[in-house]
């Protein structure tokens, strides 16, 4: 559906280098990265806004990469939704048909619209009367209305509380089953993405450095920083020896944990905090890694906790709040740390 090949832009001392994506009909795509990795820059070349120095942009197959951005059928939602503040929300929607000349599709295109995103009471509203979730849902109206090929999405909900955010992401995902637009969303929240995309690419310094389903790039990550950035949290240099598919990893301090890898010599091992059993006595389990440990740190993140072990080499563990309490772990305490090998990942 969308393809682009190649695409690269120099912006004066920053670069999209070489970028190749191709996103399917009616696909939900998160582009996930850190502040300053180049991804408002790559919505903005794919809308239309810079002229790329080298690639091609193709949706359905027809090329628009000189094309001007009235011209490419894609609508863009920016972060601070650039709402017209003398206009009321229909007047909002109603501006671009207006602009572009199609006067006949305004009333049709925008009571559609408007009973799509549960928005027709708002109709007359202005937009400093309205609250952020109203604010996001009459920027995605002005953009739906114009019945755009692509969607793109700039940080759509960076400027929401907590709360509001929560809600918007399960509106996200009605709207678009609803709509079956294709859809483009930028992010740096790692829970917004995989919440929301059926495939994520992630961006650094001005490349897509991996590409997968979000069980994917969350569990086998390809790089050290890609681990970092997706929450691994327990990442070890290591040395690897492989016996019949099974790797031993010594991480350090004579802790030595098993994966599964064909992997031998200097890697990296990764351990997601959350697939970590921790308990006060030795269980019985599948995993083929228990490790003796002391609690070294407790830090209260609201539904969950997250416990820092010393087993030689410390380890990160997250239980829900509920299985805290009830375990009654204190800082000190001796316990023991059970993961199964398919739970090391070796880059």
Not at 228 to 236: K, L, Q, R
């Amino acid at each position: 559906m969308l393809s682009i090949e190649n695409l690269s832009k120099s912006w004066a001392e920053f670069s999209i280098k070489e970028i190749n994506l191709d996103i399917g009909e009616q696909e939900y795509f998160v582009i996930l990265g850190p502040t300053g990795a180049g991804k408002t820059l790559l919505l903005e070349l794919i809308a239309g806004f810079h002229q790329p120095e080298e690639g091609l942009i193709k949706v359905n197959n027809r090329e628009i990469t000189q094309l001007p951005p009235e011209e490419r059928e894609i609508g863009f939602v920016y972060q601070d939704y650039s709402l017209f503040p003398h206009l009321t929300v229909k007047e909002n929607m109603e501006f671009g048909l207006k602009l572009r000349g199609d006067s006949s599709k305004i009333g049709e295109n925008t009571h559609r619209i408007m009973d799509l995103l549960e928005i027709s009471h708002l109709a007359n509203r202005y937009p400093r009367t309205l609250s952020g979730g109203e604010q996001q849902k009459t920027a995605l109206a002005r953009t739906l209305v114009l019945d755009p090929k692509v969607l793109l999405l700039d940080e759509p909900l960076s400027a929401l509380d907590a709360p509001t955010q929560e809600r918007m992401r399960i509106e996200l995902k009605n709207i678009h089953r609803k709509t079956g637009v294709t859809t483009i969303h930028v992010t740096h929240n790692r829970e917004e993405a995989s919440l929301l995309g059926e495939e994520i690419g992630v961006m650094h310094n001005g490349q897509i450095i991996q590409v997968g389903k979000p069980d994917e790039i969350f569990r086998k990550p390809k790089s050290e920083f890609i681990a970092d950035f997706v929450g691994a949290e327990n990442i070890f240099d290591g040395e690897s020896r492989v016996e019949e598919g099974t790797a031993k990893i010594n991480i350090g301090n004579n802790v030595e944990i098993v994966g599964v890898s064909e992997r031998s010599g200097k890697v990296k091992a990764c351990i997601r905090p959350e697939e970590i059993i921790i308990s006060k006595k030795t269980v019985k389990s599948s995993g083929r890694n228990l490790l003796k440990g002391e609690i070294s740190e407790i830090l209260d993140q609201g539904a969950t906790v997250k416990l820092n072990v010393d087993v030689g080499r410390e380890f990160s563990v997250v239980i829900t709040k509920k299985s805290y309490q009830d375990m009654g772990l204190e800082v000190g305490e001796k316990v023991y740390l059970a993961f199964k090998a398919s739970s090391v990942h070796v880059i």
